[in-house]
């Protein structure tokens, strides 16, 4: 049980352009969902915090309009990241949350030419 | 959330166990101390959590002292596939899961055949 799915695996994009990631649990139904980044032989950083129907809380630092949220449902949350540029090129990565813990997904390897 | 510090690198040798440590000094009362980890280029798996008891899964066992300050994740019998970056982290549970987690650098456990 507790399988997250990330889709798609990779991307690469022409810079400029926009690139939706979506992030799936599978097995359970999520309140909490979390977008991470994470940056070559660097550890994860939070970006936002996702609840089901509101809309999502940035840590500092994240552009809100840069990097979209969208929580529809209890198992899907997609990232839009708008108008990508080479300093957006990173791994990320989602989580879903249970009442005590979180699940994390396969990652998206996202490479802006 | 309560810091914590792990030792930045470790060996095992494969068969043996793997002992990780993980100092929390200053954790609260209504925390619990959680274990992930993240093999190269994929999201962190859970391993286990535990507040005060000694706990025990499929994967691993944690080992949480009598004052909370520190704690031990042991692999029994480690394999090249436990060669990872091994997260403890701290963090309140419950309030619908929505705590995030906060990862530091962690241990690089380095299975040795």
């Known amino acids: 049980g507790a399988v997250v799915s990330q889709h798609p695996s990779w991307v690469i994009c022409k810079s400029g352009t926009s690139v939706k990631i979506e992030c799936r649990s599978l097995d359970f139904q999520a309140t909490t969902m979390f977008w991470y980044r994470q940056f070559p032989k660097q550890s994860l950083m939070l970006m936002a915090t996702s609840n089901e129907g509101s809309k999502a809380t940035y840590e500092q630092g994240v552009e809100k309009d840069k990097f979209l949220i969208n929580h529809a449902s209890l198992t899907l949350s997609t990232l839009t990241v708008t108008s990508a540029h080479p300093e957006d090129s990173s791994f990320y990565i989602c989580?879903?949350?249970?009442?005590?813990?979180?699940?994390f997904g396969p990652g998206t390897r996202l490479t802006v030419l | 959330d309560a810091k914590t510090t792990q030792p930045t690198s470790m060996d095992c040798a494969e068969g043996r166990a793997a002992n990780l440590p993980c100092n929390h000094s200053t954790i609260s009362g209504n925390e619990y101390v959680y274990w992930y980890r993240q093999i190269h280029s994929q999201g962190p798996q859970y391993i286990i959590h535990g507040l005060k008891n000694n706990e025990t899964n499929e994967m691993a066992s944690l080992i949480i002292t009598e004052d909370r300050k520190s704690s031990t994740l042991i692999l029994p019998h480690a394999t090249l596939r436990d060669t990872a970056v091994y997260y403890c982290i701290v963090r309140p549970q419950g309030g619908a899961g929505s705590y995030q987690l906060t990862f530091g650098k962690g241990t690089k456990l380095s299975v040795i055949p």
């Open positions: 989580s879903s949350s249970t009442r005590d813990t979180q699940y």
